[in-house]
């Protein structure tokens, strides 16, 4: 028997199956990488690579790469929302550049401000500590899809005031940032917090002179020749004055995030022992 095409509504079926599934067509994937919020993010990332580069002995150039690199820190969540381009991968690249460069510029300072080191270490672990426990508390207890920024007001007052206005997450950020590049900048400046730059290393023929002694130019002695050339430290001291009282704020905030995420996580560590009838709390007579 010759095959026969059949028609239907006047169009013409030869064996092809129908509904949707044979209409639709495949769409191309989205490239979540190369989205525009991302794009900033590892320009970001750059910025940051090239200012630790010169962090040890170019103090200019260094505190100008670094701070454009924290205030695109504020473009690419502008243009998430400009282009509808919010993605997890986006906000965890933003979370990660924020905590690595923070960190990075405070291993400076612990290095150029060695009696305060142990300060500055215990900064970088509040810092880590309490931004990951956040949120590991909320994608186990919130759920998957819940932001870090979403927090409940009943959990938290401080916290909600702080993630849910941009304003107030930007102005703590910005000025936190503010406080360590003046510490920075004074390392390189002002003879009270630095008193080696005071110091001077005689030469063999008598001239008081460093040049001479430290002929290698990524020397710790090339270091110090650096931050000889002094910067007026009139402007760090000020900037230092105005952002400490956010920093010391921001650091408060860290403590009560770090506080409230781990009593999140323990509420919930009782809910399960308790569904699995393991709570072992005791019955008072």
């Known amino acids: 028997m010759a095959n026969k095409a059949v028609r239907e509504n006047g169009n013409k079926l030869n064996g092809a199956p129908r509904g949707p599934a044979s209409q639709e067509k495949e769409e191309p994937e989205e490239n979540i990488f190369l989205f525009i919020p991302n794009i900033i993010g590892y320009t970001r990332v750059v910025l940051a690579i090239i200012s630790l580069y010169f962090m040890p002995l170019h103090p200019r150039r260094c505190c100008f790469l670094y701070s454009v690199s924290c205030l695109l820190d504020a473009v690419d969540g502008v243009a998430a929302r400009r282009f509808q381009q919010a993605t997890k991968f986006g906000a965890v690249l933003d979370m990660i550049t924020d905590r690595c ?141 105005i952002s400490f009282p956010v920093m010391a704020g921001k650091q408060i905030i860290n403590v009560i995030q770090l506080v409230k995420a781990s009593r999140w996580l323990a509420e919930g560590d009782r809910a399960e022992r308790k569904k699995l009838g393991l709570s072992r709390t005791k019955k008072r007579n």
């Not at 291993?107 to 009696?115: E, G, I, N, T």
């Open 101 to 241: 460069t923070t960190a990075c510029l405070l291993v400076f300072l612990a290095s150029a401000f060695p009696r305060w080191s142990i300060v500055f270490q215990g900064l970088i672990s509040l810092d880590l500590a309490s931004h990951y426990i956040h949120m590991y508390a909320t994608l186990t207890m919130g759920g998957s899809g819940q932001s870090h920024k979403k927090v409940d007001e009943g959990r938290s007052w401080v916290l909600k005031q702080y993630y849910s206005n941009n304003k107030v997450l930007f102005t703590f950020c910005a000025l936190n940032e503010l406080f360590f590049i003046a510490l920075y900048l004074l390392s390189f400046s002002s003879p009270i917090v630095s008193p080696q730059l005071l110091e001077t290393v005689p030469a063999p023929d008598g001239t008081a002179t460093k040049a001479k002694v430290f002929m290698h130019p990524w020397s710790a002695g090339a270091m110090e020749l650096a931050r000889a050339n002094k910067l007026d430290s009139t402007v760090p001291w000020i900037l230092a004055g």
